[in-house]
């Protein structure tokens, strides 16, 4: 177990729809990362707060926003959905300057 | 920004033998190279990592190798047993420093028993 929560596990919808994902990080880390694994395809970076502050942002569309809030926990917003948009979404946390991140067991994600 | 290229994609080996995964970086500056494994249905895992003022590090059947000038890093199995079985990320810093890791794109290795 590695201490980073992500709700809910699997979610299905259909496209045009909105969803929101949550992190809890591990107690004490202060970084919260969010990854897209899409089906036989690595670790795309999306985005980064640290300490409610965004703080780098990698390939993450228009449609899709975060946030980190005061108690360190995280949601992605994922809207008008797309079929493409199907993956498994890892969130991670880190304290800053480790290097090591601490993955969730992520939220899988289907679009119909 | 950071571009890391890991080979091969697929790999089978007998249980026993050795593993090794290779991956590439195209950042000369990039001095953290962490190596992840995924079993099914979980979230990735650090396993090992290395930082750039070593060649070498090893942890009990796991080792790494990092070659600065030719911008690889390897990761070595020995001994391989069934529970290897994952997929094996190899990941480098990109220049917002050692917390936002570009990844390799896997490499899914089987233990055949």
């Known amino acids: 177990d590695s201490g980073v929560t992500q709700t809910p596990k699997h979610l299905i919808t259909a496209t045009g729809q909105r969803v929101t994902l949550r992190c809890s990080p591990r107690?004490?880390?202060?970084?919260v990362y969010w990854y897209q694994q899409s089906l036989d395809q690595g670790l795309q970076f999306l985005i980064q707060?640290?300490?409610?502050?965004?703080?780098a942002k990698g390939n993450i569309l228009e449609r899709f926003s975060a946030q980190q809030f005061p108690d360190l926990h995280s949601e992605l917003n994922l809207s008008s959905l797309e079929l493409g948009d199907s993956a498994l979404y890892f969130c991670?946390?880190?304290?800053?300057?480790?290097?090591?991140?601490?993955f969730g067991e992520g939220s899988r994600l289907t679009v119909l | 920004g950071e571009n890391v290229e890991q080979h091969p994609s697929t790999l089978s080996v007998q249980e026993g033998d050795s593993a090794v995964i290779k991956c590439t970086y195209s950042?000369?500056?990039?001095?953290?190279f962490p190596w992840y494994k995924q079993e099914l249905g979980k979230g990735p895992q650090l396993i090992i990592d290395?930082?750039?003022?070593?060649g070498e590090k090893k942890d009990q059947r796991i080792a790494v190798t990092l070659n600065k000038t030719a911008k690889h890093f390897s990761l070595h199995i020995t001994e391989t047993q069934p529970e290897d079985s994952a997929v094996y990320f190899c990941?480098?810093?990109?220049?917002?420093?050692?917390?936002?890791?570009?990844f390799g794109t896997g490499t899914r290795l089987t233990i055949i028993p």
């Open positions: 991670a946390s880190s304290v800053s300057h480790t290097g090591e991140l601490f």
């Open positions: 107690s004490g880390d202060l970084s």
């Open positions: 707060y640290y300490n409610g502050e965004e703080r």
């Open positions: 950042d000369s500056a990039s001095n953290y």
């Open positions: 290395i930082r750039s003022n070593v």
């Open positions: 990941a480098a810093p990109s220049n917002f420093g050692n917390e936002k890791l570009t």
